[in-house]
């Protein structure tokens, strides 16, 4: 078990900034041999993988076939690696508007519509409703619009599905159905391994 300070710094700082990641990023699983998250996905960029992986913390599993090297050695880069210590999941989801849309199949909860989203409170502010997962849906402005401060039942608008406060568990199931646009071949069976099978 990693001690706490590291076990934060895993927690936070898998995922990196978006142009540390366009070449060559390592997909990091935790000692389960699942992905320490799929919203985002838990990725390093090479340089990182590799510092791990001299650092004794992390197993690879697959590489890419690109070679970096230093003064005494050459290793193929790591596209997914595994933690050699596990890393306990954070039970709390953060409600937070990328969270929400996630949540909500990134999709209108009134229309079903996958256009421009933004969000709605189901029980107006202005009548006492609050912001929060109970109370707070994915919606097209064309609906939010429509619905303005009414309550649900004045606005002629239906929810497809009451809003609620998702778990850990449910946030991973609806990051497994949103991969991100780049996923390289080696990383797809530890993506869907636990997935079920079809008949």
Known sequence: MLDRPAEIEFRTSFVREPSALKHYPALVLNADFRPLSYYPLSLWPWQEAIKAVFLDRV??????DEVVRSQRAAIRIPSVVVLKDYVKPQKR?????FNLFLRDEFCCQYCGSKGDLTFDHVL??????????ENVVAACAPCNLRKANKPLKQSGLTLKR?????????MQRAGRRFPPNHLHDSWVDFLYWDAELEA
């Open 59 to 64: 197993m690879i599993l697959a590489e890419y």
């Open 124 to 133: 107006p502010r202005s009548r006492g409703g609050i912001t929060s997962w």
């Open 93 to 97: 989801v953060a409600f937070t508007r």
């Open 162 to 170: 009451p809003p609620y406060q998702p778990s850990a568990e449910d």
